[in-house]
């Protein structure tokens, strides 16, 4: 019986012999006063309620006499009133009690009355809790008609939705969770598809003397909405087809809420918006083809940022960066970024075009630098064009890239290394946390590969291959503590007197790697003491964390442990040992970290922190 009638008409023939109703709060009825209403106020009224400590609760917050007696003025309340309330207490808490599944209480008061001071006294004898005997949810409408052609999504829908529902045989029945397990299941149709589905009709038949409940609903999908066009407005120096680009769905889809959602966050992710707001008016008669309206805001064409920070791994620095959206009149975003600092120095353009089908975006960027690390000064240079794609969960950028290194050892002055390479190369990172920002649960996974040909003055240049992975795992352990893991394995593939560009060997040690020692210090070294890089690395790190003071649950502290290293190869790996304490700031920008650290193999300590400051 799928037809609306048949539906109707049986609901309409059932027997409700209860249909409890909510926890209003409803408002006292104040009498006419009478004369032998007096004024009380050298009367003292108490209240005490005897009931299981939950019921109890209900009963102080939603019972009339309760509420009367709370309030400061109640000795102003006339007498002939607060008698009408206790004789109406026992009704109204059997009334609250059915909310809560309980159809056979019972309720009494007592009084004691000694001249100044007036106990009442209310008894509940709850009794058992009524509990769902049966429970039967049916369909009508295009879902119905769908499934039972054997439509295969539709028939997933219904199963989806019976599934969903939360009062099957055997829970206790409540008002709240009566109206919860509706709610849930018109969520997930209008979510599906179905944005305007409704109840046909809804029926909980409760036997009091059984304490039992049998519920029978009948669901109208109403028609399933499809997307029609698109429509986009607040654009300036974005082109609507850039917006488009971004859609995960096309004209005829089913319109459903995630697909939406998606599409939101991937705008906003695009970084050419302040805002977003995507709305859709469901109308039946454009079920067929329903129109979408993107309402953006765009950001502002030209941006400038002033930054000033300071590091332990580099020490203080002052970093200006520009962001045009349009730049020379082309749907390509330029950045530029200068950064000064007392041992790092860096300048770079990237380009990057606006949204294109797939969803993909085109990059072109340049960038040169000098760096002083571990006794070496590392002039650096690069030109890269590729392509990205980014998903919810995956991102995903391949490249080719031209790269020239030049090493100099800064307590000799004589060059270590100039060597160039081109190589193409693959990213590719995968999150699953709970916070995109300040995670506590959940996983990443970074892997990054390339494959190239080097050019070097001082040794051979050939082909290599590179290979780095870094995992981390969150978790939270209980209720207030919180664990953070991470491995990080590399590899360089060469022959061992190919030459390889500096800026592709590994190095360890500072913040984010092995604390305890100095920046990139650990690692093989030169004749000087100098370390030049490995061809293979791994770190591990446990940390376990948590909050300091109630009042500041942003404040945590923490204890930890790294080790790890980088070496010629596996064989000739010695892993070094960190470990200490720190503090946790998790400000809405981040966490932002100050550790104090052990070097086991270096026998010293060293603080290590990480903040900055943008205006």
Do not use: C
Request: aromatic residues 8%; proline residues 5%; hydrophobic residues 40%.
């Amino acid at each position: 019986m799928s037809g609306r009638l048949g539906w109707a008409a049986l609901l309409t023939a059932l027997v409700v012999a209860s249909e409890p109703a909510g926890a209003q709060n409803t408002a006292p009825v104040t009498p006419p006063t009478t004369d032998e209403d007096a004024d009380t106020r050298d009367v003292t009224w108490t209240l005490d309620i005897s009931a299981p400590p939950e019921l109890r609760t209900l009963l102080v917050r939603y019972l009339d006499l309760s509420r009367y007696l709370a309030t400061p003025d109640t000795a102003r309340v006339p007498r002939g009133e607060l008698m009408r309330l206790r004789q109406a207490a026992p009704a109204q808490a059997r009334a609250l009690l059915e909310t809560e599944g309980y159809f056979n209480a019972k309720v009494s008061t007592q009084a004691r009355d000694d001249g100044s001071v007036i106990g009442l006294k209310l008894l509940v004898e709850p009794g058992p809790a009524t509990r769902v005997a049966q429970s039967r949810l049916e369909f009508e409408g295009p879902l119905s008609v769908a499934a039972d052609a054997r439509d295969a999504e539709a028939a997933r829908l219904v199963a989806r939705a019976r599934q969903r529902w939360s009062l099957p045989a055997g829970e206790v029945f409540t008002q709240d969770r009566w109206s919860s397990a509706k709610s849930e299941v018109l969520a997930l149709l209008r979510a599906e598809g179905y944005a305007t589905s409704g109840w046909s009709g809804s029926v909980a038949q409760v036997r009091a003397v059984e304490d039992r409940a049998t519920l029978f609903l009948v669901a109208d999908s109403g028609p399933l909405y499809r997307f029609g066009a698109v429509e986009v407005t607040g654009l300036d120096h974005v082109d609507a087809e850039s917006v488009r680009a971004l859609q995960t769905f096309s004209t005829g889809q089913p319109l459903r809420e995630q697909a939406l959602l998606d599409y939101q966050d991937r705008l906003v992710k695009s970084a050419l918006f302040d805002s977003v707001a995507i709305e859709m008016e469901p109308d039946p008669a454009l079920a067929a083809a329903m129109p979408v309206v993107v309402k953006v805001r765009e950001r502002s064409l030209q941006q400038a940022t002033l930054g000033l920070g300071v590091s332990d791994n580099t020490g203080p620095r002052i970093t200006l960066e520009h962001l045009h959206q349009r730049f020379l009149g082309f749907p390509w975003q330029a950045k530029s970024k200068l950064q000064l600092g007392r041992t790092d120095q860096q300048a770079s353009i990237d380009l990057t075009s606006h949204p294109l089908p797939g969803p993909y975006r085109n990059l072109v960027s340049a960038s040169m630098g000098k760096t002083d690390a571990s006794g070496l000064e590392v002039t650096s240079q690069r030109a890269r064009i590729g392509r990205s794609k980014d998903d919810e969960r995956l991102e995903r950028l391949y490249y080719l890239e031209w790269q020239r290194s030049r090493t100099r050892s800064l307590n000799t002055s004589q060059t270590v290394d100039d060597t160039s390479a081109v190589s193409g190369n693959y990213q590719w990172i995968w999150r699953q946390l709970d916070h995109p920002l300040l995670p506590t649960k959940g996983l990443s996974l970074s892997l990054d590969t390339a494959l190239g040909h080097s050019f070097a003055t001082v040794q051979r240049g050939g082909v290599f291959g590179r290979v780095n992975g870094r995992l981390t795992h969150y978790a939270t352990l209980g209720q207030s503590w919180y664990s953070t893991s991470r491995l990080q394995v590399g590899q360089v593939f060469s022959a061992t007197d190919v030459a390889v560009p500096y800026t592709l060997l590994f190095r360890t040690g500072g913040d984010d790697s092995v604390r305890g020692y100095a920046y990139q210090s650990l690692g093989p070294s030169n004749a000087a003491g100098t370390a030049v890089g490995g061809r293979v690395v791994a770190v591990g790190s446990v940390e376990l964390a948590r909050p300091i003071l109630r009042s500041m649950p942003a404040l945590w502290g923490a204890t930890f442990v790294d080790v790890g290293n980088a070496a010629p190869n596996w064989t000739s790996l010695d892993a070094a040992l960190g470990y200490g304490v720190g503090l946790r700031w998790r400000s809405p920008v981040g966490a932002l970290r100050m550790d104090l650290a052990y070097g086991q193999q270096v026998r010293k300590v060293r603080l290590h922190f990480s903040v900055g400051i943008t205006f």
